[in-house]
């Protein structure tokens, strides 16, 4: 596997940024996502210039690595800032080619809206976790900046209220279950998450799915609803299960590797 190690906002020069954005032609107004994804969002793709959430309790972490995977595999770069706990194999277990990804250090407080804004100059995506504080005319000139360059700024696991711009997109999953685990037996296999989009425009009308992240080969899956024998939990609590689990020895849900390297969960 691909080393990726963290590098500070001062290591990011702009001839780097401007070395690792590929060249795009004008018409090319979506980057790819999985198949597993396509019917869920209203164009089939993320949108050049716009911006996503990812929302929380559980797997936020997890689907925003598998909503840009595939665009990772078809030659964009991918930045992420803001997530220390980010599990590098279970990125690339989702499909994420580490030699296209660039790991950035958490930037201080009052340099998050710079920092994220140079990696947008430079990257078709950037994965950003929660801000501490940014003033509503940063969130302002941050969104100019992804739609004047093009590219995708996905937040993930922000909570409520903390950007003052509205995204185009909303992603989040509202309930969960797991394959193989018993009362105080087994280990975790897989992962079934009720994924649901909603947004703005053409987005308005929510979707939903059930979707393996991941499957027991690791990947991204759509999934079969769960039968009358599966316990399935609302996400706070399948949140709560999840790190209970990794407490237990099983897995390690919020650092992002498995004990058992059957499976690698990431929140």
């Given at each position: 596997m691909s080393h990726v190690s963290p590098v500070t906002a001062a290591a990011l020069t702009s001839s780097l940024a401007e070395r690792v954005r590929p060249v795009t032609l004008a018409e090319d107004q979506l980057l790819p996502v999985d198949q597993a994804l396509e019917g869920l969002l209203p164009?089939?793709?993320?949108?050049r210039g716009t911006t996503v959430a990812v929302e929380g309790p559980l797997a936020a972490t997890s689907l925003a690595l598998a909503l840009v995977a595939r665009a990772s595999s078809a030659g964009s770069w991918v930045a992420v800032v803001g997530l220390p706990s980010l599990g590098l194999a279970a990125a690339e277990g989702l499909g994420l080619q580490l030699e296209r990804l660039v790991v950035v250090a958490p930037p201080e407080p009052g340099q998050w809206a710079a920092v994220v804004a140079t990696l947008a100059e430079g990257f078709d995506v950037v994965l950003a976790g929660p801000p501490v504080r940014t003033r509503p005319q940063d969130a302002r000139r941050l969104v100019?900046?992804?739609?004047?360059?093009?590219s995708v700024l996905?937040?993930?696991?922000?909570?409520p209220n903390r950007w003052p711009e509205e995204?185009?997109?909303?992603?989040g999953t509202s309930a969960a279950c797991w394959?193989?685990?018993g009362v105080g037996w087994g280990h975790?296999?897989?992962r079934r998450v009720a994924v649901t989009v909603r947004g703005r425009r053409a987005a308005g009308r929510p979707s939903r799915a059930w979707l393996w992240l991941p499957g027991s080969d690791g990947r991204l899956q759509r999934a079969d609803p769960p039968g009358e024998g599966d316990v399935v939990f609302p996400a706070a609590a399948a949140s709560g299960a999840a790190r209970a689990a990794g407490?237990?020895?099983?897995?390690?849900a919020s650092m992002?590797?498995?004990?058992?390297?059957r499976l690698n969960l990431v929140q």
């Open positions: 164009r089939s793709g993320l949108v100019a900046r992804v739609r004047e360059r093009r996905v937040q993930v696991g922000w909570p995204p185009e997109l909303v992603l394959e193989g685990i975790c296999r897989a407490a237990g020895g099983a897995v390690d992002g590797s498995a004990v058992r390297p």
